[in-house]
Structures are given as C-alpha cells and as structure tokens.
C-alpha cells in the first residue's frame, strides 16, 4: 500500500522542509511511512494562503457553499473502501468498521453541514431603537480557523472541524496528530476537487513546533482542538497572545454509568460491548466507569465478566475482530501501567488485565472492581479497561458523577422513567444517554462541562461556534 505524505498548502501538494516524523502500523508496529513535518515557513504558508482564500471564499452563497459540501460528501463514499485502506492500516482499526461505520458518519457530516448552512438564522426588525431604525441580525464567518484533530477517530474528527468551519464561509489549516496523518493527507486530494485552493490546508508535524506555531499565527482568528487536557490549557495561553483568538476545546472524559437497581441488566451488559470497547476504549466518551447499585454489584460483574472473555480482539484486516490495537506502544504500556498500579493498590482485576505475548499494541479487554477513590476510577485511561464500583443510594452515585473533573459524556440506567429524568438532568455532563450509551446523531451537538471544555461539535450549534453574531442598524 503506498500513501501520501506530502502536505497539502493553497492547493498542492508539497514537500515537508521539517524533520522527518515515522507513521506506525498499530497491529504490527512496524513504520508505514515517514511524514516530514512542516516548517515554520509552510506554517506560515498555509496560514496565508487560508487567509487569502477567505477573502473570496466568505462572499460565496450558502448554496455554492452548500453543493461543493454534497459533492464531498458524495465522493467520501464512492471512495470509502481506499479511505478506509488508510484509516484501518494506521489507527489500527478492524477494517470493517471503518468502511461501514465511520465513512458513513464522515460522509453524513458533509452531507448536513451541507444543508445546514442554508438555514442560518437571521432577523430583520423595524422599531428597536424608532420606527426609523431598521436592526439586522447577521451570522459571519470569522476567517482563518486553526483545527488540531486527534489520532483516535482521524478522519471523523477532521469533518467535524473542517464541515462546519468551511460551511460558514471560513478557510481552515488542520493539523492531524503526528501518530495518524495518512488519511486526512488522502482526503486532502478530495477536498481539492470541489473547494477553492486554500480553503482547506493540511500541515503536518508535533505539537510543540508545528502545532504551537500555528495556534500563535497572528491571522488565525479561531483555534479548534480535540485533545487532552494539558494541550487544552496551551491552547487557552495562546489564545490569550498578542491576537486574541477564539478557542472551541474538546479535552476528553471519564463517562460514569449510573445503574440503578431496576436496570435492564442484559441490555447493559450488550450495548457496554461496543459502548466501552469499541476502537479500544480510545474514545472521550466510551462508557468507562460504572458505578451500580450494591444490591445488583454481583450479577453485573458477573455478566460483564463473561461478555469481555468473549470479545475478539486482534489484526483490523479480520472480519471476526470487534477492536484492535491501541494506537502507540507508549499509550498500551500507559493503560498497563494504570492496571498495574490498581492491582498493587488492592483493586480486584476481574478480567483481562495483561498485554498479551504477539505483535502490535494490543491490551487484553479489562474490568476492574475498585472503590470511587481509586486512580483508575478517577482519571482517563483511554484503554480497554472498564471499572466498576458499588453505591448504596442513586444520590451518592450522582455525587460521584459529579465531583469528576470532567463533563463530556454519561448515562443513566433505569426501568423508572422519572427516577432516570431526574438523575439525568442533574448531571454535569455535555452528553447523557439514557439506557443507552455512545449514540450520536450528526443533527444534535456533541460538546462538554468543566475540564472536558466547550463548543459544539455536530449539529446547527456547531455551526453557530465558528460564526459571529453581528448587529446592523440602517437609518431612514
């Protein structure tokens, strides 16, 4: 399989002038290919040629915007199965998920983005001030937004940041994780096809260089980041630099589950299947920590423990396989580490636990049963490791819940209608589901609470963040 590796500036492909960055297959752990990174002045490039862009891109009609985003949309699909070559090989991704799941939802993002900016709300008014002012309300793109995405959903996250930005009449310069460049690069050469260059750029490279270099660029007006915590509070100091910039931050999550003592205990254990283990566990809002009631403790465990033992781990390219390897040996040894230390601390390791001995990145599926002030409990593993901890009364779970630092993603479990309302709508959590877990919908936002950031990814909320409201008033 042969990839692209240059960058994509103004609408061409070049050459990266920085150092040489190695991209690893995830299931073997050998080198796929080297990307050289940009340098400061590609950097520099690309941001201008954003900027310049923008100037005749921004006068587009929502309806030009809106075709060259359906025609997008219609060519990711037609060439699914070649994106999903990339995707799979690189983020370590069973083949047919990718295919069938998250090229789909990479299309439908274009798609509705595509509709959507057709339907930006406006106002026009007579007497505000006298019946002789007029008042407009209207929605403007920004300019240049700076878009950072992760390495665990590459291609995914790259249309949740570049749809919107460039519905709304904005230029982007995106810059993938340095573990998983190799997709975006190939959806690159699509975008080139339907949007004026410059519109979308793509650098490569690390964060402390190419990263910091250009969320410091004095023409970008906006940064967009999906990423942890500390890379948040960067991204926060830059944006307070000597050009202040708008900021739209997902930082990930530790989603609590509250299982109440009449939960459908089957349909709990099924859907934590996918909910927790899909894509390893590498997911800011996979279903992580359960917190269930002590009278049902057991039987969950129980049932948890012989669903994991029958999850099928291992290469992406196998049609049996439910999740691969994680994504670098640094972030497998760092999921071990959290096992090894709740281990040593008196945690009960139920299941899994280990690195098992063969190629690749791979970490056994694993559930632990640890008490609520546990490390493991309490931080983001972003592995396949699942915990779980008993409480006597649904308050006190709510408590737990709520104390967390984070506040992306949660999920409530109850035959009770109004006892499961009533919990969810006190949760400090962008996201709660209800008897369900991990269930998106390309029309209703996905954004978080507290150290897990703000703004709106999906949705017409996403499209309002990378706009500003502006106020006209003509005189008669």
Same mark, same amino acid.
């Given at each position: 399989?042969?990839?692209?590796? $240059?960058?994509?500036?103004?609408?061409? +492909?070049?050459?990266? *002038?920085?150092?040489?960055?190695?991209?690893?297959?995830?299931?073997?752990?050998?080198?796929?290919?080297?990307?050289?990174?940009?340098?400061?002045?590609?950097?520099?490039?690309?941001?201008?040629?954003?900027?310049?862009?923008?100037? #005749?891109?921004? *006068?587009?009609?929502?309806?030009?915007?809106?075709?060259?985003?359906?025609?997008?949309?219609?060519?990711?699909?037609?060439?699914?199965?070649?994106?999903?070559?990339?995707?799979?090989? &690189?983020?370590? #991704?069973?083949?047919?998920?990718?295919?069938?799941?998250?090229?789909?939802?990479?299309?439908?993002?274009?798609?509705?983005?595509?509709?959507?900016?057709?339907?930006?709300?406006?106002?026009?008014?007579?007497?505000?001030?006298?019946?002789?002012?007029?008042?407009?309300?209207?929605?403007?793109?920004?300019?240049?937004?700076?878009?950072?995405?992760?390495?665990?959903?590459?291609?995914?996250?790259?249309?949740? #940041?570049?749809?919107?930005?460039?519905?709304?009449? &904005?230029?982007?310069?995106?810059?993938?994780?340095?573990?998983?460049?190799?997709?975006?690069? %190939?959806?690159?050469?699509?975008?080139?096809?339907?949007?004026?260059?410059?519109?979308? &750029?793509?650098?490569?490279?690390?964060?402390?260089?190419?990263?910091?270099?250009?969320?410091?660029?004095?023409?970008?007006?906006?940064?967009?980041?999906?990423?942890?915590?500390?890379?948040?509070?960067?991204?926060?100091?830059?944006?307070?630099?000597?050009?202040?910039?708008?900021?739209?931050?997902?930082?990930?999550?530790?989603?609590?589950?509250?299982?109440?003592?009449?939960?459908?205990?089957?349909?709990?254990?099924?859907?934590?299947?996918?909910?927790?283990?899909?894509?390893?566990?590498?997911?800011?809002?996979?279903?992580?920590?359960?917190?269930?009631?002590?009278?049902?403790?057991?039987?969950?465990?129980? #049932?948890?423990?012989?669903?994991?033992?029958?999850?099928?781990?291992?290469?992406?390219? $196998?049609?049996?396989?439910?999740?691969?390897?994680?994504?670098?040996?640094? *972030? $497998?040894?760092?999921?071990?580490?959290?096992?090894?230390?709740?281990?040593?601390?008196?945690?009960?390791?139920?299941?899994?636990?280990?690195?098992?001995?063969?190629?690749?990145?791979?970490?056994?599926?694993?559930?632990?049963?640890?008490?609520?002030?546990?490390?493991?409990?309490?931080?983001?593993?972003?592995?396949?490791?699942?915990?779980?901890?008993?409480?006597?009364?649904?308050?006190?779970?709510?408590?737990?819940?709520?104390?967390?630092?984070?506040?992306?993603?949660?999920?409530?479990?109850?035959?009770?209608? %109004?006892?499961?309302?009533?919990?969810?709508?006190?949760?400090?959590?962008?996201?709660?589901?209800? &008897?369900?877990?991990?269930?998106?919908?390309?029309?209703?936002?996905?954004?978080?609470?507290?150290?897990?950031?703000?703004?709106?990814?999906?949705?017409? *909320?996403?499209?309002?963040? +990378?706009?500003?409201?502006?106020?006209?008033?003509?005189?008669?």
């Amino acid at each position: 399989m042969s990839f692209e590796t $240059r960058l994509f500036i103004n609408g061409d +492909y070049v050459q990266g *002038q920085g150092p040489a960055l190695a991209s690893h297959e995830p299931a073997t752990g050998k080198v796929l290919a080297e990307v050289a990174s940009a340098d400061r002045a590609q950097v520099d490039a690309a941001v201008s040629s954003a900027h310049a862009a923008f100037a #005749k891109w921004s *006068q587009t009609t929502p309806k030009e915007r809106s075709l060259a985003l359906l025609r997008i949309a219609d060519a990711i699909e037609a060439r699914s199965h070649s994106l999903a070559d990339v995707e799979s090989v &690189n983020a370590g #991704k069973p083949w047919r998920y990718v295919q069938a799941g998250e090229l789909a939802n990479v299309a439908d993002v274009f798609r509705f983005f595509g509709t959507a900016v057709r339907n930006v709300p406006g106002t026009a008014a007579n007497g505000f001030r006298s019946s002789r002012h007029t008042s407009m309300m209207r929605r403007d793109p920004l300019g240049v937004i700076a878009s950072i995405a992760p390495w665990n959903y590459p291609l995914l996250m790259a249309a949740w #940041k570049i749809a919107p930005a460039v519905a709304a009449g &904005n230029a982007v310069v995106i810059k993938p994780s340095e573990n998983t460049p190799l997709s975006l690069l %190939l959806l690159a050469s699509i975008l080139a096809e339907f949007l004026p260059p410059g519109v979308v &750029n793509v650098v490569c490279g690390d964060g402390p260089e190419v990263g910091q270099t250009l969320i410091t660029h004095p023409l970008v007006r906006m940064i967009s980041l999906t990423g942890d915590v500390r890379t948040g509070r960067a991204v926060l100091k830059a944006a307070a630099g000597e050009s202040i910039k708008r900021t739209h931050l997902e930082l990930g999550g530790k989603a609590p589950l509250i299982v109440c003592a009449d939960a459908d205990i089957d349909r709990l254990v099924e859907t934590l299947r996918e909910a927790s283990f899909y894509n390893a566990g590498q997911d800011c809002t996979a279903a992580c920590r359960i917190f269930v009631d002590k009278s049902i403790v057991q039987e969950v465990t129980d #049932k948890l423990s012989g669903m994991i033992d029958s999850l099928v781990y291992g290469a992406p390219e $196998r049609n049996d396989v439910e999740f691969g390897p994680l994504i670098t040996g640094s *972030q $497998r040894d760092r999921v071990a580490g959290f096992v090894e230390r709740a281990r040593a601390d008196g945690a009960d390791i139920v299941a899994g636990g280990a690195t098992p001995d063969q190629p690749g990145y791979y970490y056994q599926p694993t559930l632990v049963s640890a008490p609520i002030e546990a490390e493991i409990v309490q931080k983001e593993v972003f592995g396949p490791v699942l915990t779980i901890t008993a409480f006597d009364e649904p308050a006190t779970a709510l408590e737990w819940a709520n104390t967390s630092e984070y506040g992306l993603a949660s999920s409530v479990w109850s035959r009770d209608s %109004l006892q499961a309302m009533n919990i969810a709508n006190a949760l400090q959590y962008g996201i709660t589901w209800v &008897n369900t877990h991990g269930v998106f919908a390309t029309e209703m936002p996905h954004g978080g609470m507290k150290n897990s950031g703000y703004g709106s990814d999906l949705s017409m *909320q996403s499209l309002m963040d +990378y706009t500003q409201v502006r106020h006209i008033m003509v005189a008669s």
